[in-house]
């Protein structure tokens, strides 16, 4: 049975995706078929993809069915938005939670498919997939698979960053570095070469966004464990988290991780970008004077204005 499932034709293993079947009768109609029981395997299992798509008709032509299903018969609902699934249905099911992948793992696997199906993978790219991914081995899976397909011989850097629109790490490790001296010069002119680039902001921006992040968890906490990274990217945030303040680290992220929406929306190109570098540089953290980044300086004083009588 293992095998069959495995190779889809197990006639007693029923896949619906509810995204595309949203309606009453769709749920009607599984409904009329788990009252038939099961052909060869010992239980009847239909599988709902993306199950909080089903209309709210739908998940309650169900409920009955889901109080009291018939013996052979075994519901496996599988979603990305558990919230949105009502709770008459949630209270009726074996809830089974399952974490996303690490880039480690992600990355280990991926060497492992790699080469099992003979592909050459240079260094940094199982990461880079790994990152792109967020988590997913499936979409891992995929963009390998893309990248065995597009590439005419072993799978480069330079490949992957042009297939996702991704920049390169140097990229986003010059803006940090620029951010940490306070430089607003240098910073506008790392995020003008990406644009010069042709890559795609917005994944500049994520990956700028999700290396201010880990680097913000370093200096706060100073647990590599709560990171999943190399031992190489570790050194570098250990360097940069002995020069940086973690307050104004903290509002860099805050104004940096706003920007997805805008620089989707704006006509202006990366422009968002170059305003929230200038902001994170020159506002200060409490909202008042421009202050400077690095750790231990002090926003200028503020004269004392005359009280008038």
Not at 256 to 269: A, E, H, I, K, M
Request: charged letters at 20%; hydrophobic letters at 45%; aromatic letters at 4%.
């Amino acid at each position: 049975m293992c095998v069959a499932i495995a190779e889809n034709r197990a006639v007693d293993v029923i896949e619906m995706d509810a995204a595309s079947h949203t309606s009453v009768e769709d749920a009607r109609e599984i409904i009329e078929r788990v009252q038939f029981r099961p052909s060869v395997a010992r239980y009847k299992v239909y599988v709902v993809d993306e199950v909080h798509m089903l209309s709210t008709a739908a998940f309650n032509a169900l409920l009955k069915t889901l109080e009291e299903p018939p013996g052979h018969a075994l519901f496996v609902m599988a979603t990305t938005e558990v919230h949105k699934v009502p709770a008459t249905i949630l209270s009726r099911c074996q809830r089974f939670t399952f974490t996303r992948h690490g880039i480690v793992a992600t990355a280990g696997h991926l060497r492992a498919i790699a080469e099992a199906e003979g592909i050459v993978l240079e260094s940094g790219v199982p990461e880079a997939v790994a990152r792109a991914a967020t988590g997913s081995m499936r979409d891992a899976l995929g963009l390998l698979e893309q990248l065995a397909s597009f590439a005419s011989g072993p799978v480069s850097l330079d490949e992957v960053q042009s297939l996702l629109g991704m920049t390169a790490a140097a990229e986003v490790n010059a803006l940090i570095e620029a951010l940490i001296a306070n430089d607003v010069g240098a910073a506008l002119r790392a995020v003008n070469g990406v644009a010069e680039q042709g890559a795609d902001v917005r994944q500049f921006t994520r990956d700028l966004v999700e290396r201010l992040r880990a680097l913000m968890l370093y200096t706060a906490a100073r647990d590599a464990s709560l990171l999943d990274l190399p031992e190489d990217e570790l050194r570098l945030l250990e360097s940069w988290a002995s020069q940086i303040d973690t307050a104004a680290l903290v509002h860099w992220v805050k104004i940096l991780s706003n920007l997805d929406y805008q620089l989707r929306t704006s006509p202006y190109g990366q422009l968002p970008l170059e305003l929230a570098v200038v902001e994170a540089l020159v506002t200060s953290l409490d909202g008042g004077g421009a202050r400077s980044a690095r750790s231990g300086s002090k926003p200028a004083a503020t004269p004392a204005r005359c009280r008038r009588r």
